[in-house]
């Protein structure tokens, strides 16, 4: 079965400071992808960052980047130097290739906060 | 400007009664998903339909309905059966493709129970 941890439930981090939020995954399908997600306190998921099993170089959008160890079925999300306006749920996601409905699997997330 | 319409924002539902939540996406998207977010928790998939008149059962189906009539629209009715239906409910939308296809979200409707 696949399936999505996030160890971290909460993080305070310093204002301008980089931040990584941990993503482990487990999965027996030979392809898959790998999303990140931003919940904001008003509720919408806004879609930050994508990674696919097969992608030769770690995926990067702004000032975010993801560090993908495959090896050891991890999807570390990297926001360097964070905002205020970063404090948020975040949440890791994953989409494999053996369900035909390419459903995505959530993790609990980690609510980041970032300190003035 | 594209995107998805979730409504109401918030809704209060008595005991017994069934309630409608709406979603409306102007992407043009085939896919359509149901999730229901509880505190400390993941997204769960309630239903979801990936062409008009189709759908399917995600992993918590029991107590819901949906239905698929246009494109466009996806609403979901919470019954009476739904024994515990207080939580923020989201709506999602994507192309139909490869894995790297995002799904795009609406802004969400928090159901209580009163």
């Known amino acids: 079965a696949q399936k999505i941890t996030q160890t971290q439930p909460g993080m305070f981090v310093q204002e301008k400071e980089a931040v990584t939020l941990d993503c482990t995954y487990d999965?027996?399908?030979?392809?898959?992808?790998l999303f990140w997600y931003k919940q904001p306190s008003s509720g919408e998921m806004i879609f930050l960052i994508y990674?696919?099993?097969?992608d030769q170089q770690n995926a990067t959008e702004g000032r975010y980047s993801l560090n993908f160890q495959k090896a050891r079925k991890s999807a570390n999300l990297v926001i360097s130097a964070s905002q205020l306006g970063d404090s948020a749920m975040y949440f890791c996601?994953?989409?494999?290739?053996?369900?035909?409905?390419?459903?995505?699997?959530w993790g609990a997330g980690t609510k980041l906060i970032i300190k003035p | 400007d594209g995107g998805i319409t979730q409504s109401p924002k918030y809704l209060f539902r008595k005991e017994g009664q069934n309630v409608t939540l709406s979603c409306e996406q102007n992407?043009?998207?085939?896919?359509m998903y149901w999730y229901r977010q509880d505190p400390g928790q993941g997204l769960r998939l309630i239903y979801y339909?990936?062409?008009?008149?189709?759908?399917q059962k995600g992993d918590i189906a029991e107590g819901y309905s949906v239905s698929r009539e246009k494109k466009e629209s996806f609403p979901l009715t919470v019954t009476s059966a739904q024994k515990n239906p207080t939580a923020f409910y989201l709506c999602?939308?994507?192309?139909?493709?490869?894995?790297?296809?995002?799904?795009?979200f609406g802004q969400g409707t928090r159901l209580t129970v009163v």
């Open positions: 992407l043009n998207h085939d896919a």
């Open positions: 339909s990936q062409i008009v008149n189709d759908f």
């Open positions: 990674q696919g099993s097969y």
């Open positions: 999602a939308s994507r192309l139909v493709g490869g894995m790297n296809t995002e799904a795009f």
């Open positions: 996601a994953m989409r494999g290739s053996m369900d035909s409905n390419y459903q995505l699997i």
């Open positions: 999965t027996s399908d030979p392809s898959y992808g």
